[in-house]
């Protein structure tokens, strides 16, 4: 049964229409990712569903019931903000409790529930403190922490991670994908503009780019078989290499596209030469950047280490069966 | 197809509930401010009188000004725009509205520019600035009256002694010296509002401005006029309207300390002698009408000239 | 880089200067108010006298006690009140998005334009309506017209820089808008409101025009009125020991105001003045 559909739903503000015409339908416990360019609609979308901006086209419906008119308090749902957007004056356990003080539940129920998600959560010892007091990511927990507290059919993130530095981010990261395992019945609804997290974190993944979805699928689906030449360039890290004139068009195509890990390096033989431009090295990875003579800037991805080096002669050779090629509209060219 | 903006239900009740927070705050400021004004304006064009305010019989424009013809084709004019009084009064306001904004600003600019730089013991001096603001308008009234005292005044010793008149004054009797007098103590008692409006100016501009242009070697009084005064503009512009529409109402200190004189008579004093003094409650609410619109005017120019950001949509 | 030294003392000498403008006439005040008899008529620049004659005369008659507890009573009432108005309204014009926002944010602000003089008469009739003429309440009520805007005004603003996402939490909480207020937001505005209540407060207390108007008797009046209308018999008799006194007394809560909170009187004040 889907928990989340959204029919022909869009958003403006104004004469300014920037959601159009979105259909989904997300299943209970499904992991699901919005992922797209900053300003392209993600938050609104999830701000909808959450019920904090009006829905002003189409219908919104959680477990079959209709949700445009219903209080956002009232729809089952949780949300972690990006900025956690803790009660600074009251103690991480008033802030998990406020929320079930609304509900109007008794004293005991209220303590039982904080409690448990805060044992979920491993923030016990914090129980009696103010926000101000805890670190970044104990306070991104007391946001989750406040979540779960009221027991939500929904779950809500909006780029919970952007705040936190790097290392922590992988932490959480972490953390957030194990609460999904130990919630299977939740729905989890995650916004983030970082494909990594994406591709990480999602069963499905929703690819929204200037108020349309691009596409919907796994991570997987996504980094094979790409919908667009948005999605091919939006997923996956390092980009894909995307390449115009003769090549294209021996292909009969607009765009020739070939992932960096989809090319093999040699130094005397293979279908393409050129020069190295740049070698960049993270140690499990080279990326290679190199200028292929009639063809353009490729680049190209090795594992380990490579002996390449600037202004090297190398030959190139992508992988045909990896090869993406996209009309003038950027649509695919089934191959 | 056609599209309806439909708004949800937390749309609704959180503007149910706005207009429900507004209610009280708005019920209150029309009963003591827009009904009032409302009544006031009526009265103007009434015969009302103090005890009598229920039996006001509109009388047109009589207030104002009206022509009465004697008869043999000779006649003359009645009402506030024929008083000479009140035009006295317009004149005394005006006058005492630029001469004492404009001393308040450069007198408010120096102490701000003081304020602005670090020294020790900055605090209990901007502390000290602010008293004169804090000391009631009354009490400051009479402050300066006793310090102003033609015959035991310490104003009239200090000159004395150091010789710079031979006679002592009588400061506030005196039709000649009543306006400076006045002006010396709103001068005085307001600077402090301004200086601190302008401090916020000042400290608003960026410190690296100022560290380049040492390090481009440009004399201080031409970073002040260059850079410092060009940039505090705006804040200086908004305190000066501010007191400006602050100093044409202008009551309690003439007053107290100038009571019934031609030489200091406001507006605001004109209107509230006739209102309360001299039982011409209709005349006293169309010299209050004329004040009203004056400031008015001020206002909404100011507004659209500054295009003020109510919404706070800039920030 | 150091500033040459005639700069530093020239720079120190107008400190000076101002602190002691500053400051000198309400020294003097005090310095008048502890002189009796034939001492207050001549000049003294330091103190020569500590007699107190001048206040046990202000205070012993009881109604200048009266008279100050009038004060406190109108001033603290009046904060009170405006405030509650103005935390609510605050919150719908900074916080909730609807028609005519706008215009009413522009109608508050040319309220606290309104000369006074012009509202008077009209105040005058509907004071008397509601039988209020003479008493405290005429004054609570009409003070109204300049704190409830200024407090508004101040507050809104300080409003609309707290985070949006604490409220929609809250939204997300299922609390209801008042709720927000009073659970949320209010624990988080006590230095704004503490700036504007301060502020109200001293504005209540100096006000003058009303209080002259809508009192009549000795016993109800508010302080500023009482010393303008001490007077002598004649105009040689005036007692300017116990004007000078009563001066005093009015003014040093003031200054103990200012001393303690000068801080929050200054950023109440810039934001009270609109950015342009
Ligand atoms: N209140 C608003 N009024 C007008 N436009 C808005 C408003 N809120 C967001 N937008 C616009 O809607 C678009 C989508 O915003 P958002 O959902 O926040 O993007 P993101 O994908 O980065 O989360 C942006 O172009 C933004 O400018
Ligand atoms: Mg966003």
Not at chain 1, 230 to 243: K, Q, W
Not at chain 2, 64 to 92: H, I, K, M, P, T
């Amino acid at each position: 049964m889907a928990t989340v559909e959204l029919k022909n739903v869009s958003k403006s503000y104004g004469t300014v229409e920037v959601l159009r015409d979105i259909n989904l339908e997300l299943e209970q416990g499904e992991f699901v990712v919005f992922v797209g360019p900053s300003g392209c609609g993600k938050s609104t979308l999830l701000r909808m569903i959450a019920g904090l901006e009006d829905i002003t086209g189409g219908e919104l419906r959680i477990d079959g019931q209709p949700m445009n008119d219903v209080l956002p308090a009232k729809r089952g749902i949780a949300m972690v903000f990006q900025s956690y957007a803790l009660y600074p004056h009251m103690t991480v356990f008033e802030n998990m409790a406020f929320g079930l003080e609304q509900a109007r539940l008794n004293k005991a129920e209220i303590r039982e529930r904080v409690e448990k998600a805060a044992k979920m959560l491993q923030i016990e010892a914090f129980l009696d403190r103010k926000p101000k007091q805890l670190s970044g990511g104990q306070r991104q927990r007391v946001a989750i922490g406040r979540a779960i507290t009221c027991d939500p059919r929904v779950f809500l993130f909006d780029e919970p991670l952007s705040n936190l530095d790097a290392a922590l981010r992988v932490d959480t990261r972490l953390e957030i994908a194990s609460l999904g395992k130990r919630l299977p019945d939740t729905t989890m609804v995650y916004v983030t503009h970082d494909q990594v997290e994406a591709m990480t974190l999602a069963d499905r993944i929703v690819v929204l780019n200037g108020g349309i979805v691009e596409q919907v699928g796994t991570p997987m689906e996504l980094y094979e078989r790409p919908a667009s030449q948005f999605v091919a360039g939006f997923i996956g890290s390092p980009r894909m290499n995307f390449l115009n004139g003769t090549v294209a068009a021996a292909h009969g195509a607009e765009t020739y596209g070939i992932r960096p890990e989809h090319i093999s390096l040699s130094p005397d033989a293979g279908d393409w030469r050129g020069r190295v431009i740049l070698t960049e090295r993270l140690g499990s990875d080279t990326f290679v950047h190199v200028e292929v003579d009639g063809v353009g800037p490729v680049n190209v991805r090795i594992e380990g280490r490579s002996e390449v080096h600037a202004n090297d002669e190398v030959h190139l050779t992508p992988d045909p069966a990896s090869v993406h090629l996209f009309d003038a509209k950027g649509r695919p060219i089934p191959g | 197809m056609s599209k309806t903006v439909q708004k949800s239900r937390l749309s609704r009740s959180r503007t149910r509930s706005a207009w429900l927070f507004l209610a009280p705050m708005l019920l209150t400021l029309a009963i003591v401010a827009a009904w009032p004004l409302g009544r006031t304006i009526w009265f103007s064009f009434t015969d009302a009188s103090l005890d009598l305010m229920g039996e006001a019989r509109f009388v047109g424009f009589r207030n104002y000004l009206e022509y009465v013809a004697w008869g043999d084709g000779e006649g003359q004019y009645y009402g506030l725009l024929a008083d000479a009084r009140w035009w006295r009064s317009v004149w005394n306001t005006i006058l005492f509205a630029v001469v004492s904004v404009s001393f308040e600003t450069v007198f408010g600019l120096i102490i701000a520019l003081v304020l602005n730089q670090q020294f020790r013991g900055r605090g209990l001096v901007r502390a000290a600035v602010l008293i004169p603001w804090a000391i009631p308008t009354i009490v400051s009234a009479k402050m300066w009256a006793w310090m102003l005292h033609d015959q035991f005044g310490i104003i009239n010793d200090m000159l004395q002694t150091i010789g710079l008149i031979a006679e002592p004054i009588a400061w506030t009797a005196s039709p000649d010296t009543a306006m400076v007098a006045v002006l010396m103590v709103d001068i005085w008692k307001t600077t402090p509002f301004m200086a601190l409006l302008i401090l916020a100016g000042l400290q608003m501009v960026p410190g690296d401005i100022y560290e380049a242009a040492k390090l481009d070697g440009v004399p201080p009084w031409r970073v002040f006029r260059k850079i410092t005064l060009p940039l505090i503009m705006p804040a200086v512009l908004v305190a000066v309207v501010f007191r400006a529409l602050d100093a044409l109402r202008v009551f309690d200190i003439v007053y107290v300390l100038t009571p019934n004189t031609d030489a200091t008579r406001t507006m605001s004093v004109f209107a509230r002698e006739n209102l309360f003094d001299y039982d011409k409650f209709a005349y006293g609410s169309a010299a209050s009408t004329l004040l009203f619109l004056v400031i008015a005017l001020i206002t909404i120019t100011f507004i659209m000239a500054t295009r003020m950001d109510l919404e706070g949509k800039r920030s | 880089m150091k500033p040459p030294l005639w700069q530093s003392i020239g720079f120190y000498i107008l400190v000076g200067v101002i602190v002691l403008q500053a400051l000198f006439p309400f020294y003097y005040a005090i310095l008048t108010s502890l002189e009796d008899g034939q001492a207050l008529f001549e000049v003294n620049y330091l103190p020569r006298a500590l007699n107190l004659a001048n206040y046990q005369a202000m205070l012993s008659g009881g109604v200048f006690g009266k008279q100050i507890l009038n004060s406190v009573f109108v001033a603290t009432v009046v904060v009170i009140l405006s405030l509650f108005l103005a935390v609510t309204a605050a919150y719908a014009l900074s916080r909730i998005r609807f028609r005519g926002r706008g215009l009413l944010l522009l109608t508050v602000l040319s309220v606290s334009m309104f000369p006074q003089i012009a509202v008077l008469s009209g105040l005058f009739e509907v004071i008397r309506y509601f039988g209020l003429f003479n008493s405290l309440w005429s004054l609570v009520f009409s003070y109204m017209i300049f704190t409830l805007p200024f407090t508004v005004w101040v507050l809104t603003t300080f409003m609309r820089n707290l985070p949006i996402e604490i409220e929609e939490a809250a939204i997300m909480d299922g609390a209801s808008s008042f709720t927000i207020i009073r659970r949320v937001f209010l624990p988080l505005m006590w230095p704004a409101m503490v700036t504007t209540g301060l502020l109200a407060f001293i504005h209540a207390w100096n006000e003058f025009l009303f209080a002259l108007t809508f009192l009549s008797t000795d016993s109800q009046r508010t302080v500023p009125v009482a010393i303008a209308l001490i007077s002598g018999r004649s105009e040689f008799e005036i007692p300017w020991g116990n004007i000078m006194a009563a001066s005093v007394i009015v003014t040093l809560p003031l200054v103990a105001l200012v001393l303690v909170f000068q801080r929050k009187i200054v950023s109440g004040l810039t934001a009270g003045a609109v950015k342009g």
